[in-house]
């Protein structure tokens, strides 16, 4: 794979923290699945799993995401939270 596909933990398994940063980078999610090696459907679980709210956003998170240069409003999509909720988020984790 010639494009950007950044290094992770070394661990196989997709989490949804991952997914975000493959996805700001423009990975497709059929590469994703090629990548990690599983079916289509375990994609959609995970993003369904973030829809519900069962996948917490945490400052953990957050650092993560950063390191890797998704920008505040890719997060705030990803994560269906709106800019100032994380603002005052970002605020109160320093």
Same mark, same amino acid.
């Given at each position: 794979m010639t494009e950007f596909t950044p290094f992770f933990d070394g661990s196989n398994q997709l989490n949804y923290r991952k997914f975000v940063i493959l996805r700001f980078y423009g990975v497709s999610k059929r590469k994703i699945c090629k990548m990690y090696n599983f079916a289509y459907f375990r994609i959609l679980e995970?993003?369904?799993?973030? =829809? =519900?709210?069962?996948?917490?956003?945490?400052y953990k998170d957050y650092k993560f995401l950063k390191q890797y240069g998704v920008s505040n409003t890719f997060i705030c999509k990803m994560y269906h939270i709106s800019i100032e909720d994380l603002e005052f988020f970002e605020v109160m984790n320093r």
């Amino acid at each position: 794979m010639t494009e950007f596909t950044p290094f992770f933990d070394g661990s196989n398994q997709l989490n949804y923290r991952k997914f975000v940063i493959l996805r700001f980078y423009g990975v497709s999610k059929r590469k994703i699945c090629k990548m990690y090696n599983f079916a289509y459907f375990r994609i959609l679980e995970v993003c369904e799993m973030a =829809k =519900k709210n069962d996948y917490r956003f945490t400052y953990k998170d957050y650092k993560f995401l950063k390191q890797y240069g998704v920008s505040n409003t890719f997060i705030c999509k990803m994560y269906h939270i709106s800019i100032e909720d994380l603002e005052f988020f970002e605020v109160m984790n320093r």
